[in-house]
C-alpha cells in the first residue's frame, strides 16, 4: 500500500466538504422503503442549488446543469417569480448568504 | 419529557458482509450473510412529523448527514459496504432483517462490485471566472430608451453570448477529456452535476463532478490528477482528487417496493 495522501477535501486534510457530502448522502446510495417515510424534496436547502437558474439559466445550460428541467417539482417552481424571495429568505435562514449582497 | 420515554426506531446507514459486522464500531443487525450497520434513533428526531422541520435545519442536517457519513466512511476504509440513502429508517429491530432478506440481491451484487474497491472523487476548477453577466441587465436594467443605444446593447450582448459560447465549448472539452483518462485508471466513473459555486463556497467554477471507483492499492487515478494539473494547469484548470469515499456513487439497484 503506499502512502499516497488522500486528501478528504481541499482544506489540508479537514473534513468533506459538506457540499460533497450532502450530494452523496442525499442523493446516492441505495434507496430502501423504510417505515418512514423522508421526502427528500423537503429539503428546500438543496433548492440553493438552483441560484444559478435564478442568475441565468443560459449559463447553468452551458455548464451542463439542466437537471431542473426534467423535474416537475422544480421547474414548476422555476415558473414563479416567488422562487428567487424564496431562496434569498432560505438562504439567509440557512446562513449560506454572505454579504456580498449587502454592498450593491 | 413527562411520561413516557420517547419512542425509537432503527436507522440503517448501511449493509456489510456478516463477518464485517464490527466494522463501523455501530450497532449492526445480522441476516444470513449480511449485517446491516444500524443505530437506535428517537422518533423526536426522526419522526414523519417532524422531518420536514429538522431537514431544513441546517445544523441538524450537516450535523446527521456528516454522521451518517461517518459511520459509512469507517465502513469503507476497511470492508466493502453498501451505503444506504440518508434516512432509511424502520420500526423494528426484526425489520432490518427483513429489509436485508428483500434486498438480497442487489446488496451482494453491489458488495461483490466494490469488494477491495473504493469511491475517490475528482473535481475540475476553473481558475477563470466563468463569464461574467451576473444576470444583471438581462431583466432590463435602467439603460437608456434610445434605440441606438439599446441597438449598442444587443450587439453588446451577442458578442457576450458568443464569448460565452466559446468558453463553454472548451471547458466542456477539458472536462470530457479528463473524465475519460480518469476513467481509463477505474474500474467505473460517473460524472455527477457540478456544484454551483453556493454550495462549493469558492470562486473558482467547478468544471468536472467525477467520482470513480478504484482498487484500494492502486494509485494510477492519483497520478492521472497530477498528470491533468500539470498539463492543464497554465490554462487555468486544476483538478482535485478527494476521498476515499464509500461507494456511494455505484451501488447496484434500489429497492422494488
Redesign the interface.
Known sequence: MSSRELARSSNGGGPAQLADVLERVLDKGIVIAGDIRINLLDIELLTVKLRLLVASADKAREMGIDWWEGDPFLSRRAQGGELEDRLRRLEQAAGLRDGREEES | MIGAAAQT?WY?Y?VVRVSDARVAGVDAVEHGALAALVERVS?DE???DV??ER??D?QW??EK??A??GV?VRAAVAAPV??????????ERD?VAS?LAR?EE??ER?LALVDGRWE??VKGWQSEP??E???GP?SGGPASEGAASGRAYLEQRRAE?RR??VA?GE??TVAAAAHERLLARAVDGVV?????R???GRDD?M?L?GAYLVE??D?AL?REVDSLNLEYGSRGYSF???????P??F?V???A?
Open positions: 426506531a440503517v448501511g422518533l426522526f419522526g414523519e422531518l420536514p431537514l431544513n441546517r442536517l450537516e448527514a456528516r451518517h457519513e459509512l453498501v451505503p444506504l440513502r440518508f434516512g432509511t429508517i424502520v420500526r425489520d429489509l434486498n442487489p446488496f453491489t475517490l472523487g466563468a463569464v453577466d451576473a444576470g438581462a453570448r460565452a459560447d463553454a471547458r466542456a455527477n452535476r457540478p456544484q454551483p453556493e454550495l462549493t467554477a468544471i463532478n484500494r492499492d494509485d492519483g482535485e482528487l478527494t476521498g476515499p469515499w464509500p456511494h456513487n451501488v439497484g434500489d429497492d417496493a
